[in-house]
Every structure is written in structure tokens, then in C-alpha cells.
């Protein structure tokens, strides 16, 4: 057995992990405030790529004035999105939420699409392609810098959620009437959330892209983001980051080694079998609440 | 007008039990069934193979997953992955010689137990928990269809589907195909119309009520759910195997991937939970919309003079079509069913408008 090898593979795929962790954050947020499972994620990580890229390339403004603008537009969309489809839909059965959802997944990567075309585009942020070399070990820049910024955006939410604002949003995951009658504006608390989360899905498109560049692949991280947030817990940020973690130590090595065996692409399959095994044997995750079914 | 209820009285118990109480639906049901039969001696036979019959089976598919989701209220993203499963062991039991009619039973067969297995997941989890576990089984389903040579048939991963024969008779005219699909979308319908009528019905609706509650007046809750699960299973994996039959003939992975699950899902949503007629429009709706979408955008880049790119004209009408979805959610959440149900409903007692429905 490679010792080396497996640390590699595991250390890069805990870097991995925490990328995904990012996915699964805005997942996290939109699902702690609103109990709505959000499965447009990945195509609101895509789209905040390619405002970043549209700003970039387009107005030519620099790469980070780039970002913050798209930032900005992210927060703006994710308000619009709860605001015109997810508000008139409160009280309706899960199913029309989660069909709302997927038609939100299906207009957002189709929309991008249709404006900023398929091809695959580069996104430089400026971190080298020279690997990092930790003893004997190989480690990807990029990685490194998607997990230290998915730790600092941990940070700033477990902060934000101490401020007044963060309260209010508590107070509103953990009863939704007892909120309103208290006097919170429940409706303006999820549209942060949304917000929120389209800031993150921006934060993590632009970090996916700088690794394997900008088209449709990036909606396709919402099956890693739905797998750590439910195995994590759906309602647990923390939970969120160190499922992240897990699933990407499993994920990279238990792919090096079934890759082989089973003739590629088995990462998707590990992921498949870690949701399934997560929802048979815990269905409320590592830290999730015991009591957030819905019935 | 139409829909007149005087003179229905209900004089004897089979009156009483009567599917469509009110004559003029039996009239207009008549009259549909006629047109159905008489479909392929009116339309060109490219309406015919093109737009019927992709309707017809898609229907029947849509019925199977109402069926667990209108009907039972459990929720499955990976219906496409179950009707795949019954389109795969269908060819395969059919290229190994087993007559077509026994090898779509047991294409409906494997189907309905592999089905069932979701019902093990329905016994633990439900709502959101029940979604994404479907969702993960139709990833799993995907890649082992097209990652297992066995089943997907080598490295084309298409797989040639055999005609069908019926009591040794092959069937290659578009005529007896659009009959295959005919028979099987009426007896599916026939079985939904009367499973509201059954005891087994009854207890489906208890349980999508609330399964604690059908627990307590002693309806036993999983075993509606298995149930459930293995006969829409059963009615996906034939419907999977006649559209292959009839419709692609050849199949391959990606005729049922998790697109077409979410399609499927959009079919019972548009045309409305738990409804049976809603189900024939969701069908007709989605599958005619790309069509419609297409020549409606290529009309409007020539009236306004816009010039789209290809790769715009490819997915714009992807994007219109997540754009209506979520439209139909916001204006009809009770699907175009309940839209067809308003207008019956405004015509039972016109011109009395104010009369209490």
C-alpha cells in the first residue's frame, strides 16, 4: 500500500471537500430559515460564474471589482427569486416547492446558457497551476484556496448569526409562527437567507470555476452539495463543513481506488451510495435537528 | 348545459356506483374512444407515430407516477430510472426468445421489485428525505445502465429493440403500433378511473392524508406504501417497454435519465395531482411544447428582426420551459385537471351561475 499516495489523495480530497461544503452552505442557510430544500444550487453557483465572467469580459472591469459586482447581483437575484416565486408558494405541499425548485435549476442553467453560450471558458483569479509541496506531497493551489475561503465564509456566518440580524434568522428556523407573531418580518428573514446563499453559490462558482473552468458541469455539483447537506444535517452549517470534509476524504480515495475496478466515474456513485446510506441509517445527518421532518 | 344533472336519479345500486353518473360525460368519452380508434384512418401517419402515440405511452407513465404521488402522496424523482428498468428487461427477455406479451410482464416485473426497494425508503424517510433518496437511486440506476455492458449492450450503449410481436404476429405498421399504445394507455386508464372506487384507493388516499392516521383507523401504512410503489413501478416498467417498442426502438441510457424523470414529474404537476385527465393534458403539454416553443421563438426572431445564435436558439426553449413550470405553479398550482374541472364545473348548471356547485 502507498502511503504516500493515500495521503495525497486524501489530504486533496479533504481540500475538495470543503469546496463542496461551500454548495452545501447555501443549501444549508436557504433550508435552516425556510425549511424549502434548495435544488437550484448548482445553477446559482453556475450563474454567479458567469456574471463574474460577463463583468469581467464584458465591461472589462478587473477580475476581483468583477466579483464584487457580481456579489452584489447575486444578492439582488436571490431577493427577486424569493420574492416573486418562493413567497406565493408558503404553505403549499413540499412536492410544488421542490418542483419550483427544480424549475428554477431548469430556468437558471438554461437561461445562462442561452445568454453566455455553452463553451467552456477559463476563469483566472490568479492562483498559479505550480503545485504546492507539502513534504512529499502534491497539493493543488486551488484546492487550498477553496478550502481556506470556505472555513472564512464558516467564520463569517457563525459571527453572523451571533448579530442581531442572526437572531432574527435563529428565531425564524426554529418557529416560523412563533417568529411572526413576535413580530419578525418572516418573508424579509428567508429573502436574506436567499440571499445569502446566492452570494455563497457565487463565492463557490467562482472557486469551482478557477479549478475546471466555467460551462454546465458546474450545476452538476448540486448532487456533492445535497449530499453533505443532508449528511451533515439540512439545518447545521457546521455539520455542512465537516460532512464536506468527510465526503471528500471518501470520495478521493475510495475513487482512486474503485476507478479502476470499475472503469471511471465512480466518484458519482460513491456520492449516490453516501446519500442513500445517510437517509437510511440517519436521516437528520451528523448534527441535523431530529425533529425538522416535515409532516 | 352540456353537463345536465336533472333526471339522474340514482334508482338502483349499480346507478348508484356508476363511473360517470352524469350522461354527457359518457357521450364525450364515447366519442373520444371512437376518435382514438379511428385515429389512424384520419391523421397522416406522421401525426400519427409522432405526436399520438408519444402521447398515449407518456400518458400511461404519467398515470403510473400519479398514482404514487397523487394518489399516495410518496414522492419519486427517479421514475424514468424505473421505466428504464422495465424498457431494458423487456429487450433483453425478448432478444433471449420469450414472446413479446410475457416479456413485457416481465419487464413490468423487474420493475415493480426493483420499485419496491423504494418503498423500503419510504418505510424510514418521507418528504424531502423520500425525494432525494429517489434521486440518488436514479444516479445509481443511470450509471449502472450505461457503465454495465450486460445491460446497456457493449460500447454504442444502444441496444436494438426487436419488433413486437403479438400472438406471434409482428406488428410493424404505424397503425398497430399506435393500437399497442392505444390498449395500454386505456386499460392503465380504466384501472386509475376504478382505483378510486376501491378499498385499495381509499387507503392510498388515507395514507398521503396522513400515514399516522391511516395507522390509527387500521390501515396498515407500508403495506399501502409497497403496494403503491410496486404497481406504479409495474405500470412505468410497461409503459418504459412500450415506448421502446413502439416509439424509439432501440434503447439507451439516456432515453431515461434524470431529465426525463423530471419531465415525467412535470407531466403529473402540470396536468395536476391525482388527477386523471390532468394527466393526459400534462403529457400532451409538455411533449408538444419544445415543438411549439421552437417555431414560436423562430418566428418572433424573424418578426422582430433578432438574430439569436445557435447556441441560444438550442437552449432558450430548455429555459421557457423551467420558466413555465414555475409559471404554472404561481397561477394553477392545481394543474390544467382543475382548469378543465372549472370549466365543467361553470357548465354543470349554466346558465345559473350563482347556483352552490
Known amino acids: ?295 | 348545459m352540456f353537463f345536465r344533472q336533472a333526471g339522474v336519479y340514482h334508482t338502483n345500486y349499480v346507478a348508484d356506483r356508476a363511473l360517470f353518473p352524469v350522461a354527457a360525460d359518457r357521450w364525450i368519452i364515447a366519442m373520444i374512444l371512437a376518435l382514438g380508434v379511428a385515429a389512424p384512418f384520419m391523421f397522416s401517419s406522421l401525426y400519427l407515430s409522432s405526436y399520438l402515440l408519444p402521447w398515449l405511452v407518456w400518458t400511461a407513465g404519467a398515470l403510473g407516477l400519479n398514482l404514487i404521488l397523487g394518489w399516495a402522496g410518496q414522492f419519486h424523482l427517479g421514475y424514468a430510472a424505473i421505466m428504464g428498468i422495465g424498457a431494458y428487461a423487456t429487450v433483453h427477455a425478448n432478444r433471449f426468445g420469450v414472446p413479446w406479451e410475457f416479456s413485457i410482464v416481465i419487464g413490468g416485473v423487474s420493475a415493480a421489485v426493483i420499485g419496491s426497494c423504494f418503498a423500503f425508503a419510504a418505510l424510514r424517510v418521507k418528504g424531502l428525505y423520500l425525494a432525494l433518496s429517489t434521486l440518488a437511486l436514479q444516479f445509481v440506476m443511470d450509471w449502472t445502465i450505461s457503465h454495465v455492458p450486460a445491460i446497456s449492450g457493449g460500447t454504442q450503449a444502444t441496444l436494438q429493440a426487436p419488433d413486437i410481436r403479438v400472438l406471434g404476429q409482428p406488428i410493424v405498421s404505424d397503425a398497430g403500433l399506435y393500437y399497442v399504445a392505444l390498449v395500454w394507455c386505456v386499460l392503465v386508464t380504466l384501472f386509475m378511473l376504478n382505483l378510486r372506487r376501491t378499498a385499495l384507493g381509499r387507503a392510498l388516499v388515507a395514507v398521503r392524508e396522513k400515514d399516522f392516521a391511516a395507522a390509527v383507523i387500521g390501515v396498515n401504512s407500508f403495506y399501502f406504501k409497497l403496494v403503491a410503489f410496486s404497481t406504479s413501478s409495474f405500470i412505468g416498467g410497461v409503459s418504459g417497454a412500450i415506448l421502446i417498442g413502439t416509439f424509439y426502438h432501440a434503447v439507451t441510457p439516456e432515453q431515461f435519465s434524470v431529465d426525463v424523470s423530471i419531465q415525467v414529474l412535470a407531466m403529473v404537476i402540470v396536468g395536476g395531482l391525482g388527477s386523471i385527465i390532468g394527466s393526459y393534458f400534462g403529457a400532451a403539454f409538455i411533449l408538444l411544447m419544445p415543438g411549439v416553443m421552437n417555431s414560436f421563438i423562430s418566428w418572433g426572431a424573424a418578426r422582430f428582426g433578432v438574430s439569436l445564435s445557435i447556441e441560444a436558439l438550442a437552449h432558450l426553449p430548455q429555459a421557457l420551459y423551467g420558466a413555465l413550470i414555475i409559471s404554472f405553479l404561481l397561477v394553477e398550482p392545481l394543474g390544467l385537471g382543475k382548469i378543465y374541472k372549472n370549466v365543467r364545473d361553470y357548465l354543470l348548471v349554466w346558465p345559473f351561475g350563482y347556483v352552490k356547485k
Do not use: C
Not at chain 1, 141 to 161: E, N, P, Q, S, W
Not at chain 1, 205 to 219: E, K, R
Open chain 1, 1 to 295: 500500500m502507498d502511503w504516500a499516495l493515500l495521503a495525497e489523495t486524501g489530504i486533496n480530497g479533504s481540500l475538495i471537500g470543503l469546496m463542496y461544503s461551500l454548495v452545501a452552505m447555501g443549501i444549508v442557510l436557504i433550508y435552516k430559515s425556510s425549511s424549502v430544500p434548495n435544488l437550484a444550487q448548482g445553477s446559482m453557483t453556475m450563474l454567479g460564474a458567469y456574471i463574474v465572467l460577463a463583468y469581467s469580459s464584458r465591461f472589462g472591469a478587473p477580475i476581483w471589482l468583477a466579483i464584487v459586482l457580481a456579489t452584489l447581483s447575486m444578492f439582488g437575484i436571490g431577493i427577486a427569486i424569493e420574492r416573486i416565486a418562493l413567497r406565493r408558494l408558503a404553505g403549499r405541499p413540499i412536492i410544488m416547492i421542490l418542483m419550483m425548485t427544480l424549475g428554477l435549476e431548469i430556468l437558471l442553467r438554461a437561461g445562462s446558457l442561452t445568454i453566455w453560450g455553452a463553451t467552456g471558458r477559463p476563469m483566472p483569479i490568479g492562483i498559479s497551476d505550480d503545485p504546492l509541496f507539502l513534504g512529499a506531497l502534491l497539493i493543488n493551489r486551488a484546492y487550498a484556496a477553496g478550502a481556506a475561503v470556505a472555513i472564512v465564509m464558516f467564520g463569517l456566518f457563525a459571527l453572523f448569526f451571533r448579530t442581531r440580524m442572526g437572531v432574527v434568522l435563529r428565531a425564524i428556523s426554529d418557529d416560523y409562527t412563533a417568529a411572526w407573531s413576535v413580530g419578525i418580518s418572516v418573508e424579509r428573514g428567508v429573502a436574506l437567507s436567499w440571499a445569502m446563499a446566492s452570494v455563497v453559490a457565487t463565492v463557490a462558482g467562482v472557486l469551482w470555476a478557477s479549478v475546471q473552468g466555467v460551462d454546465q458541469s458546474l450545476a452538476h455539483l448540486l448532487l456533492k452539495g445535497v449530499t453533505v447537506a443532508v449528511l451533515g444535517g439540512m439545518d447545521s452549517l457546521g455539520g455542512a463543513l465537516l460532512a464536506g470534509l468527510l465526503l471528500g476524504i471518501v470520495e478521493g480515495i475510495a475513487g482512486s481506488y474503485l476507478d479502476p475496478l470499475l472503469g471511471g466515474a465512480s466518484r458519482d456513485l460513491v456520492d449516490a451510495a453516501m446519500l442513500i446510506v445517510t437517509i437510511m441509517l440517519r436521516p437528520h445527518g451528523l448534527f441535523g435537528r431530529h425533529d425538522i421532518e416535515r409532516i
